[in-house]
């Protein structure tokens, strides 16, 4: 038997849109069988996200940023700080490759212009709605033109961190780097070979 509507009568109730938007979605589903249950699903998301990985071929380096993560605080981890590469949410009406480039300069300070797209993903598609656009781009030394630190405005402060690859990846068995995003990217430059 083929069902062709799988998820019917869908409604949504937004429960809060402090930051992002908390919504509870009820639906009916139709199972493989052909029984039918109503469910009611949260969903969490603001705007898509964007990340990058900065690396340099001739220093061997990349650049990553250290931040306060309530989420992690809140998980008992790491004193709530996070090891992580630059990223942020999008603008309404802003590209990704935009935004990553305008999201490096505010969070580390370096001026990139090209960058290389690696994937779109869900990092945690259970619950949350974001998808992010994950990124890797080349540095030079001359490219920094301040100190970065992220946004006074945006209540950010970011420890801008330039480390030998090698003890990134090291970092990931220990468990200092616990960013999903930021194990993708380390792994896809071992894996390309890039540095």
Known sequence: MEI??????????VISNFWGKLEHVNFDFTFKNGKSVNLTHE??????GVAILLYN??????????QFRMPVFVAGVNNGFSIEVVGGAMDENETAETCVIRETKEEV???IEKVKKVTTTFLSPGIVKERVHLFVGEYKNEDKTDNGGGLEAENEEIEVLEIFFTEALKMIETE??????TIMLLQYLQINKLI
């Open 57 to 66: 071929r001739t220093s061997k380096k990349v650049i990553l940023s250290k």
């Open 109 to 111: 300070g370096y001026r």
């Open 176 to 181: 200092e780097i616990i960013d999903a995003r």
């Open 4 to 13: 062709k509507n799988k998820i019917t009568n869908i409604t949504s109730k």
């Open 43 to 48: 969903v969490y998301g603001k705007s898509d």
